[in-house]
């Protein structure tokens, strides 16, 4: 079993903004098999499917971004999901927007989320699927910029990107499933 994480912090005010690029990604993923994310439960909405043959959990914490790691702990405590098949979807602005890195492992970097995620699991090795932001613009500081609306002319851009981060997620977990 798998789980997959789209990193955004809760409520409509931040639906489109640069920090719910995680979000927007598992939506799109959602959408294209099936998966509705109905269910309350460990700080989070999740639902069940398959992607690739295999069962995956996708869920979307509802604490803001700089707690995801409750959520996450939480649901791979209750479906005994080790942290190698959590794949975690969120935005970068160290990447060039509308592209993404997809990485086994790593850092958590600047990015609140996936310390509160690394420091709760107690482990830096799960794969993570990088959507880029970047570079914040010279007007804006960091939050302010990540909390700020994605322009409407820049949002097929980020719609590639979270295409190509679907493809990316279902690429590990096929691979996967093909090496075993």
Not at 42 to 64: E, H, L
Request: hydrophobic letters at 40%.
């Amino acid at each position: 079993m798998w789980i997959i994480a789209g990193l955004g912090n809760p409520g409509r005010q931040y639906m489109y903004t640069w920090h719910n690029m995680g979000f927007l990604a598992v939506d799109m993923l959602c959408e294209k098999h099936g998966i509705s994310l109905d269910k309350d439960k460990f700080k989070g909405m999740y639902g069940k499917g398959k992607i690739a043959g295999q069962d995956v959990i996708v869920i979307k914490p509802v604490t803001f971004m700089n707690l995801s790691g409750e959520c996450l702990v939480e649901a791979s405590r209750f479906f005994k999901v080790d942290p190698a098949h959590i794949i975690v979807v969120y935005d970068d602005i160290d990447i060039k927007k509308g592209t993404i890195r997809v990485r086994p492992k790593g850092s958590a970097g600047t990015h609140n989320g996936m310390k509160s995620i690394i420091q709760l699991l107690g482990t830096e090795n799960f794969p993570r699927v990088r959507i880029g932001t970047g570079p914040v613009p010279e007007h804006f500081d960091l939050v302010n910029y990540v909390l700020s609306e994605v322009p409407k002319e820049e949002r097929l851009t980020m719609n590639d990107a979270f295409v190509e981060a679907c493809a990316a997620i279902e690429g590990i977990i096929a691979n996967e499933s093909a090496n075993k």
